[in-house]
């Protein structure tokens, strides 16, 4: 089993910064990517980026040139740099962590971002 828990979120306005956290606990030996996921209010929840143990990263056309995905390993945290916000980019972002070798996914609980115009 993998823990995950987010921090940061909050309310900015268009064009500020906010950066999320999501430290991972448990079975972190199993994790193969960590990611960033948000849903927006009736919309499905949508991937914001991606990185693997390896450190490959992956972005929603979205946010490419404005967010970046990180993570430092020996903290068991993955961090998502979010500049030059917009309303759009107003939802619930959830951290998620996939471990492949046991075909399993885990959720954190969510933080709320708003960007206000």
Avoid at 78 to 84: H, I
Wanted: charged share 15%; with cysteine.
């Amino acid at each position: 089993q993998v823990q995950l828990v987010e921090s940061g979120g909050g309310l900015v306005q268009a064009g500020e910064s906010l950066r999320l956290s999501c430290a991972a606990s448990g079975n972190i030996f199993s994790i193969s990517s960590l990611g960033w996921y948000r849903q927006a209010p009736g919309k499905q929840r949508e991937l914001v980026a991606t990185i693997t143990t390896g450190g490959s990263t992956n972005y929603a056309d979205s946010v490419k040139g404005r967010f970046i995905i990180s993570r430092d390993n020996a903290k068991n945290t993955v961090y998502l740099q979010m500049n030059s916000l917009k309303p759009e980019d107003t939802a619930e972002y959830y951290c998620n962590a996939r471990a492949l070798a046991l075909n399993r996914a885990y959720w954190g609980q969510g933080t709320q971002v708003t960007v206000s115009s």
